[in-house]
C-alpha cells in the first residue's frame, strides 16, 4: 500500500510538468504508470483541473481500464487506451496523452514529423510516426497507438487529428518524451515557413541515436 501511494504521489506530480511545459490546455491530458508487480495501473480523474490535482486524483484501474474501488474518482476517458497499451507493451511502465499546440498541428494536418535534426535522432531514432484516427472512449486509440510503434524506435506516436501520446520505461521517461515531440514539432514548424525539409540520411540517424542511448550522459 505505501508503495502504490508513492506511486500516486509521483504521477500526481509529474502532471505539473504538462502545464510548466505548455503541453496542455485546461483539464485536457494526462499521465499513468503502471503499478510494478501487478495488473494494475494509476491514471489521472477525469475532468479535474490541474491546479486541484491531488494523488487522491490518480485512480487505480486493472489493465482493461475498469477502476479497482467503487465509489472513488472516474478515470481519464482514455484509461482504455493507456491500458491497452500495457497489455500489448510489458516493457513500457508509463504513459503521457498531451494536446501540446505544435505537435497537435502536425497531427491536425495528418503528418508525421521527418527527422530533420540531430536530436529528433537522438531522442526518436527516427521520424515521429502519425497513428490512425480512433474515437475516444474505448481502446482504439490504444490499438492504433501499439500498431504504430511497433515498427518504429519512436517513444512518441502523433495521432491522426487527436493529439501526442509517448511511453516510457518510466512515466518521467515519458514525459521527457513529450517535452522534447513539443520541442522538434516547433523547431521543424519554423523551419518549414523558410522550405522544405530534408530528412537526415539513415545511417547519420542511426549513428546519432546509439551515441545517444549509450554514450551521452552520466552512467
Known sequence: MSDLRDLRTQVCDLHAQLTRWDLVAWTSGNISARVPGTDRMVIKASGVSYDDLAPEHMVEC???????HEGGCTPS?????????????????????????????????????????????????????????????????????VATLENHRSPAVLMDR?????????????????????????????ARQHGPLERLPQEDIDALHDRYRNVYGQK
Open 162 to 190: 487527436h493529439g501526442v501520446f509517448t511511453v516510457g520505461a518510466t512515466p518521467q521517461d515519458a514525459v521527457k518524451a513529450a517535452v522534447m515531440c513539443e520541442d522538434v514539432a516547433r523547431t521543424l514548424h519554423l
Open 62 to 68: 486493472d489493465l482493461h481500464g475498469r477502476a479497482v
Open 77 to 145: 476517458s482514455d484509461t482504455e487506451a493507456h491500458a491497452y497499451v500495457y497489455r500489448a507493451l510489458p516493457h513500457v511502465g508509463g504513459v503521457v496523452h498531451t494536446h501540446s499546440p505544435y505537435a497537435t498541428a502536425w497531427a491536425a494536418r495528418g503528418e508525421s514529423i521527418p527527422c530533420t535534426v540531430t536530436a529528433m535522432a537522438d531522442e526518436f531514432g527516427g521520424d515521429i510516426p502519425l497513428g490512425p484516427f480512433a474515437r475516444i472512449g474505448d481502446d482504439s486509440i490504444g490499438r492504433g497507438i
